[in-house]
């Protein structure tokens, strides 16, 4: 890989933390990289260590956890607010993540971490990709 190649691997990268909530999909990233999509997902990989998508669905949720925090927003708006287009797969990829659904995480109290800077917060709050969530039990 260039480092040219890198440089625009990190502006598609700089592009999704910015615009996560606009859609955005591997094309219109390699274009915007001026790579073929599949020398982009590859590159995009090897440089980062996930794919695009997985790197663009994290973004989504660290901001639908924000929102749901806040705890003024529906679980479906917070669902469009970050770019999702299905509940039903914003749902399960939050879970994934997390380790439990949108509706759970935003009815629990979040004071514990009220008074932590967000900066600081946000690296303890952020979710964990590739199914490395903790399971929890069904009732």
């Known amino acids: 890989m260039t ?3 890198l440089v625009r691997l990190r502006r598609a990268r700089d592009l999704m933390d910015r615009d996560y909530a606009k859609p955005l999909d591997v094309p219109a990233l390699a274009r915007f990289a001026l790579m073929s999509p599949g020398h982009f997902s590859r590159s995009f990989r090897a440089a980062f260590g996930e794919t695009p998508y997985s790197y663009l669905m994290t973004r989504r949720i660290e901001r639908a956890k924000a929102l749901l925090r806040r705890g003024d927003l529906s679980v479906t708006e ?9 509940l039903g797969s914003f749902s399960s990829r939050f879970t994934e993540l997390v380790g439990e659904s949108p ?6 109290r979040h004071d514990d ?6 900066c600081i917060a946000k690296i303890h709050t952020r979710p964990v990709r590739n199914g490395e969530a903790k399971s929890t039990p069904r009732t």
């Open 3 to 5: 480092l040219e190649d």
């Open 78 to 86: 917070v669902c469009f607010a970050v770019g999702s287009t299905s």
């Open 103 to 108: 509706s759970s995480y935003r009815a629990r």
């Open 113 to 118: 971490g009220a008074a932590i800077p967000a």
